[in-house]
């Protein structure tokens, strides 16, 4: 075994070694700044079982012979290397293929049919590169692959329906082009999938029922496609899920209450080989903290979040949510939901972001929110609330105008208006009663110029009438005159100093 991984050597791959040194079963030379196009050895090298020349500068195609000069290869990683052109269709000859990495170069055309020989195969990563075509029906049934990477690339067409892995534990394919339903996409159900990543493509329909029943999932991403229709009940059974993101599609209907979700980072996988779930060899992607955030390796096992932003949803946002202590993203923006916010919120004691803009809700900001001491991002703007702004105490004292705009009854700072004013005691008993209602605190302003403009119309109202009907105007003047005299003969009596002359 020679391991020169992340030495800056430079030049091109030392072919030499493999000749010299027949006996090497293992070959490590990630990041070591190779460039120039690769080198094969001079004969075939048939005890070499690893090899890893990722991250390095070849930038040209790879030899198309390089599957028969190293046919005992369990695992083969070229990642981040430039490569481009086609895939050599040699590969098939490394039957005892595992572990196969070509993402993030720049391959063109199709899989090649020749994958469907490596029977080994349990990882498969072509992610990042201008791979196009469909996604062959023969990837469904080869019996030992685990996970499967075909993310940003150029595949379109349907999925194929005869999928029958009863080892499959990753699927990813987001950031392509695939279309129609989910409905009948897979043959049979996977026990032991964990990770679904279907996000931006160009899918349609509902979501299927039958997810419901992937008891092991743990990552379900379907967002940025075109599905409709209500989230399935039966969507409540996965007790695992640790990511969901249904966001930008056009789903409809109340939120479910019974949905569940909390980071497993220690979840055993079923039957996991050694290329496990648990290094999570792809990545997933998230909108939180009002930016895209991509989460590879073992960190992506401690995220948990749901977001159901950019669709249809309507009725108030479940109480029970308060329930997901675990979790560190929810965005419910940009849907038509009504009701308050809940109070059952400040049990979400690790949550870092959370959204819920662009909604229809009312009353005031909980006070209870700021006790969510690890909240780094907040905003509930273009909404109905109304009351006053939670001081600016702990992380609440962080967050920007722009987490409030849209509220035309919100007050309070970092807004603008009434910013600095003080609230009368009045107010402050008001303010406690409406908080326990819900309901927002008057804003006086608004009060004030209300009040005016009604005792205006009182007036003129009553001037209209007198001026229209001499009847009624004739009983005003002599109810003026009435009250003339009495208060006249008041003074007299009650004060004789003062003389009054009529």
């Given at each position: 075994?020679?391991?020169l991984?992340?030495?800056?050597?430079?030049?091109?791959?030392?072919?030499w070694?493999?000749?010299n040194?027949?006996n090497?079963?293992?070959?490590?030379?990630?990041?070591?700044?190779?460039?120039?196009?690769?080198?094969?050895?001079?004969?075939?090298?048939?005890?070499?079982?690893?090899?890893d020349?990722?991250h390095?500068?070849?930038h040209?195609?790879?030899?198309t012979?390089?599957?028969?000069?190293?046919?005992?290869?369990?695992?083969l990683?070229?990642?981040?290397?430039?490569f481009?052109?086609?895939?050599?269709?040699s590969?098939?000859?490394?039957?005892?293929?595992?572990?196969?990495?070509?993402?993030n170069?720049?391959?063109?055309?199709c899989?090649?049919?020749?994958?469907?020989?490596?029977?080994?195969?349990?990882?498969?990563d072509?992610s990042?590169?201008?791979?196009?075509?469909?996604?062959?029906?023969?990837?469904?049934?080869?019996?030992?692959l685990f996970?499967?990477?075909?993310?940003?690339?150029?595949i379109?067409?349907?999925l194929?329906?005869?999928f029958s892995l009863?080892?499959?534990?990753?699927?990813h394919?987001?950031?392509?082009?695939?279309?129609?339903?989910?409905?009948h996409?897979?043959?049979?159900?996977?026990d032991?999938l964990?990770?679904l990543?279907l996000?931006h493509?160009?899918?349609?329909?509902?979501?299927?029922?039958?997810i419901?029943?992937?008891?092991?999932?743990?990552?379900?991403?379907?967002?940025?496609?075109s599905?409709?229709?209500?989230?399935p009940?039966q969507?409540?059974?996965?007790?695992?899920?640790?990511?969901?993101?249904?966001s930008?599609?056009?789903?409809?209907?109340?939120?479910?209450?019974?949905l569940k979700?909390?980071?497993?980072?220690?979840r055993?996988f079923?039957?996991?080989p050694?290329?496990?779930?648990?290094?999570?060899?792809?990545h997933?992607e998230?909108i939180?903290?009002s930016?895209s955030?991509?989460?590879?390796?073992?960190v992506?096992?401690?995220?948990?979040?749901?977001?159901?932003?950019?669709?249809?949803?309507t009725?108030?946002?479940?109480?029970?949510?308060?329930?997901?202590?675990?979790i560190?993203?929810?965005?419910?923006s940009?849907?038509?939901?009504?009701?308050?916010?809940?109070?059952?919120?400040?049990?979400?004691?690790?949550?870092?972001?959370?959204d819920?803009s662009?909604?229809?809700?009312q009353g005031s900001?909980?006070?209870e929110?700021?006790?969510?001491?690890s909240?780094?991002a907040?905003n509930?703007?273009y909404n109905n609330?109304?009351?006053?702004?939670?001081?600016?105490v702990?992380?609440?004292?962080?967050?920007g105008?722009?987490?409030?705009?849209?509220?035309?009854?919100?007050?309070g700072?970092?807004?603008?208006k009434n910013?600095?004013?003080?609230?009368?005691?009045?107010?402050?008993?008001?303010?406690?009663?409406?908080?326990?209602?819900s309901?927002?605190?008057?804003?006086?302003?608004v009060?004030?110029?209300?009040?005016?403009?009604?005792?205006?119309?009182?007036?003129?109202?009553?001037?209209?009438v007198l001026?229209?009907?001499?009847?009624?105007?004739?009983?005003?003047f002599?109810?003026?005159?009435?009250?003339?005299?009495n208060?006249?003969?008041?003074i007299?009596?009650?004060?004789?100093?003062f003389?009054?002359?009529?």
């Amino acid at each position: 075994m020679i391991d020169l991984s992340n030495i800056k050597f430079r030049g091109r791959f030392p072919y030499w070694l493999l000749d010299n040194n027949t006996n090497l079963e293992k070959l490590y030379l990630a990041n070591t700044s190779l460039s120039r196009p690769l080198q094969l050895p001079i004969r075939s090298h048939i005890n070499l079982s690893r090899l890893d020349i990722s991250h390095n500068s070849f930038h040209g195609r790879i030899p198309t012979q390089i599957g028969a000069y190293f046919p005992s290869l369990t695992e083969l990683k070229m990642s981040r290397s430039g490569f481009h052109g086609i895939i050599p269709s040699s590969f098939g000859n490394m039957s005892l293929l595992k572990n196969l990495d070509l993402s993030n170069n720049q391959f063109s055309s199709c899989i090649p049919s020749s994958f469907e020989n490596l029977s080994s195969l349990e990882n498969l990563d072509l992610s990042n590169n201008q791979i196009s075509g469909i996604i062959p029906n023969w990837i469904g049934n080869m019996p030992s692959l685990f996970i499967l990477t075909l993310s940003d690339n150029d595949i379109s067409g349907n999925l194929p329906s005869n999928f029958s892995l009863s080892s499959i534990s990753e699927i990813h394919l987001s950031r392509n082009r695939i279309q129609g339903s989910l409905e009948h996409a897979f043959f049979r159900r996977f026990d032991l999938l964990t990770v679904l990543d279907l996000s931006h493509n160009h899918m349609t329909g509902s979501i299927p029922s039958w997810i419901g029943g992937l008891s092991q999932l743990g990552y379900l991403l379907l967002s940025n496609n075109s599905f409709e229709g209500e989230i399935p009940i039966q969507l409540c059974k996965l007790n695992y899920l640790s990511i969901m993101d249904f966001s930008h599609n056009k789903l409809t209907g109340h939120i479910h209450p019974c949905l569940k979700c909390s980071s497993n980072p220690d979840r055993p996988f079923l039957n996991a080989p050694d290329i496990s779930s648990l290094n999570m060899e792809g990545h997933l992607e998230l909108i939180t903290k009002s930016i895209s955030l991509s989460y590879e390796g073992k960190v992506a096992t401690y995220i948990s979040g749901i977001d159901f932003s950019g669709n249809n949803f309507t009725g108030s946002i479940p109480l029970e949510f308060g329930n997901l202590s675990e979790i560190k993203l929810l965005n419910l923006s940009y849907n038509s939901l009504i009701g308050s916010i809940p109070t059952t919120f400040f049990n979400l004691s690790q949550i870092e972001s959370l959204d819920l803009s662009n909604n229809k809700l009312q009353g005031s900001i909980p006070l209870e929110l700021t006790k969510l001491y690890s909240l780094a991002a907040f905003n509930v703007s273009y909404n109905n609330l109304s009351g006053r702004i939670p001081e600016g105490v702990a992380q609440f004292g962080t967050f920007g105008e722009s987490s409030y705009l849209g509220n035309p009854f919100l007050y309070g700072c970092p807004l603008p208006k009434n910013c600095s004013a003080r609230e009368s005691p009045l107010l402050i008993s008001r303010a406690s009663t409406h908080n326990s209602e819900s309901m927002g605190l008057i804003d006086m302003e608004v009060f004030y110029v209300s009040f005016g403009v009604a005792y205006l119309m009182v007036l003129l109202g009553i001037a209209a009438v007198l001026y229209i009907n001499p009847y009624w105007r004739r009983i005003w003047f002599y109810y003026v005159q009435v009250s003339i005299d009495n208060y006249y003969y008041f003074i007299i009596d009650n004060f004789p100093k003062f003389k009054f002359q009529r």
